[in-house]
Every structure is written in C-alpha cells, then in structure tokens.
C-alpha cells in the first residue's frame, strides 16, 4: 500500500504556525498605519462571518473557488486578507495582492519555526513502513521547507511539494469540473494535483485534513481516502468521508483496519 499524506493539519497541529501567519498579518497591517486595535476587530469580524456563513465566504483563487472559509486554520487567514480590502478604503489602499499579503505572513512568519508534529505522526509513519508499505507527503508548502521540518522524525519520505491543491484550472477538461456534497460546489480540475497523484505508483490511499483541497480529486479518481478530523472539518465533510472513506479520530488510526 502506498499511503499519501498532506502535511499542515495531517502531519502536523496547525495552530502554532497559523497564529503565527495571523500575527505576521496584523504586524504587516500595522506597520503601514493603520492602528491595531482597529485592525483586530476587523479581523475578529470578517472571522466570525467565515464560520457563520462559510459557504458565502470561501478563499478564491482565478475567481472560482479553491476551498470554503472554515475548512482549515491557514485558509481562514487566506479568506481575512481578501476580504479586509472589501470593508474599508484603509485596508484596500495598502492590500494591492491579498494573496501576497497571505503568502508573505505565512513565509515570514514561520520561516524559522519548528514544525508541531502530531504526537502520533513518527510512529505512524514507522508502522506503516515496518510493513513493507510507502509513504509520501504531498504538500501546499515548499519541498525544502517540508524536508527540513521533517528531518527530525529521521525517516526518509519523498516529498512532493508546491502541490497547489487549492488551484483549479478551469480550461483543464480531464475532470468533471466539480462535484457537489450538500449543495456545495467542490471544483475538481486542480491540474498540479492530480497530475503528482497519477505520477505516484501503487495502490494508494490519500490521508488529508482539508477535503476541498486534499480528497476531493483523489475520491473522484477512485483512490481510497481518509480524513484526520480536526476543530475545523465541517459537518458536511465528515458525513461524507464516513460514507465514502475513513474518518480518524488520530492520525494513528490509519494503520488500523
């Protein structure tokens, strides 16, 4: 068996780099004027209307939508810089590129953080390959940055970074352009992704966090998914992925049948 794994939520508790990339963000706002008690409350604000309404307020990438509001912690980040333009000629007067001002919140501030591995990721990772099984890890983040952070676990995987699960191409026809859970558009054609998956080899199954992003392309090819439950899997995810793969309580469970 082939196991893939996403990395940030999955392997890893995403808290501590996502307050982090939150921080960076407000530091950033700040420093171009605009005090921070304002720009807290605006924060809290367009935070509370994601997990009010996420479906109204999902991260979009080449205007169509790469993954809803409340499906993960750094998502949440991403979806508060695109909208803080939306709510006051203060924010869209210094926020030319949300998706940079994402970008360099995140890349600043955890540059040079340790990664948070799950407490149960190094011996998952050891039962699976006492078996004679794979791994590999297919991630957002920058190949590199992955291995590094991983190198303390002293196990070798490959790493297949800079996957861009949350880019959908809308002129790329080998897919269905989307498929729909409870009413809610999940848009498929994500090129980059699916193009690593078919380049990996075996009977695979795909463990994520982020079913957007992570299982919504490797559930449509037929590969067996699993998603790690967190604070942030919505209740349409997990009625889902119960039906149609696996939900773990603790990323250990994978190796259980």
Same mark, same amino acid.
């Given at each position: 068996?082939?196991?893939?794994? %996403?990395?940030?939520?999955? +392997?890893?508790?995403?808290f501590?780099?996502? =307050?982090?990339m939150?921080?960076?963000?407000?530091?950033? /706002?700040?420093?171009?004027?605009?005090?921070?008690?304002?720009?807290?409350?605006?924060?809290?604000?367009? !935070?509370? !209307?994601?997990?009010?309404?996420?479906?109204?307020h999902p991260?979009?990438?080449?205007?169509?939508?790469?993954?809803?509001?409340? &499906?993960?912690?750094?998502?949440?980040?991403?979806?508060?810089?695109?909208?803080l333009?939306?709510?006051?000629k203060?924010?869209?007067?210094?926020?030319r590129?949300?998706?940079?001002?994402?970008?360099?919140?995140y890349? =600043?501030?955890?540059?040079?953080?340790?990664?948070?591995?799950?407490? =149960?990721?190094?011996?998952?990772?050891? !039962?699976?390959?006492?078996?004679?099984?794979?791994v590999?890890i297919? @991630?957002?983040?920058?190949?590199?940055?992955?291995?590094?952070?991983?190198?303390?676990? =002293?196990?070798?995987?490959?790493?297949?970074?800079?996957?861009?699960?949350?880019?959908?191409?809308?002129?790329?026809?080998?897919?269905? &352009?989307?498929?729909?859970? %409870?009413?809610?558009?999940?848009? +498929? !054609?994500?090129?980059?992704?699916?193009?690593?998956?078919?380049?990996?080899?075996?009977?695979?199954?795909?463990v994520?966090d982020?079913?957007?992003?992570?299982l919504?392309?490797?559930?449509?090819?037929?590969i067996?998914i699993?998603?790690?439950? @967190?604070?942030?899997?919505?209740?349409?995810? &997990?009625?889902?992925?119960?039906?149609?793969?696996r939900?773990? &309580?603790? /990323?250990l %469970?994978?190796?259980?049948?």
């Amino acid at each position: 068996m082939t196991y893939i794994f %996403d990395f940030d939520g999955t +392997l890893t508790d995403p808290f501590p780099h996502a =307050d982090a990339m939150r921080e960076m963000m407000i530091y950033i /706002l700040v420093s171009e004027g605009i005090p921070e008690d304002k720009v807290r409350e605006d924060i809290d604000m367009i !935070r509370n !209307r994601i997990f009010s309404q996420p479906q109204k307020h999902p991260w979009i990438i080449n205007d169509i939508t790469g993954c809803y509001g409340n &499906e993960d912690p750094f998502v949440v980040n991403n979806v508060i810089a695109q909208e803080l333009p939306g709510i006051s000629k203060i924010y869209s007067e210094v926020i030319r590129n949300p998706g940079e001002l994402s970008s360099i919140s995140y890349r =600043d501030a955890t540059r040079d953080m340790l990664p948070h591995l799950r407490s =149960d990721t190094i011996v998952t990772f050891e !039962r699976i390959l006492r078996n004679s099984n794979k791994v590999y890890i297919v @991630t957002n983040g920058g190949t590199d940055k992955v291995k590094r952070m991983i190198s303390e676990m =002293d196990i070798s995987v490959p790493v297949y970074g800079e996957a861009r699960k949350f880019e959908v191409n809308k002129k790329w026809e080998k897919l269905p &352009e989307k498929m729909e859970i %409870d009413g809610l558009p999940i848009f +498929l !054609r994500r090129e980059k992704y699916y193009n690593i998956l078919q380049g990996i080899e075996g009977d695979k199954t795909v463990v994520g966090d982020v079913f957007s992003m992570d299982l919504s392309l490797p559930y449509v090819l037929g590969i067996p998914i699993a998603i790690v439950k @967190t604070v942030y899997t919505p209740s349409w995810a &997990e009625r889902f992925v119960r039906k149609n793969g696996r939900v773990l &309580e603790r /990323l250990l %469970d994978v190796t259980e049948e």
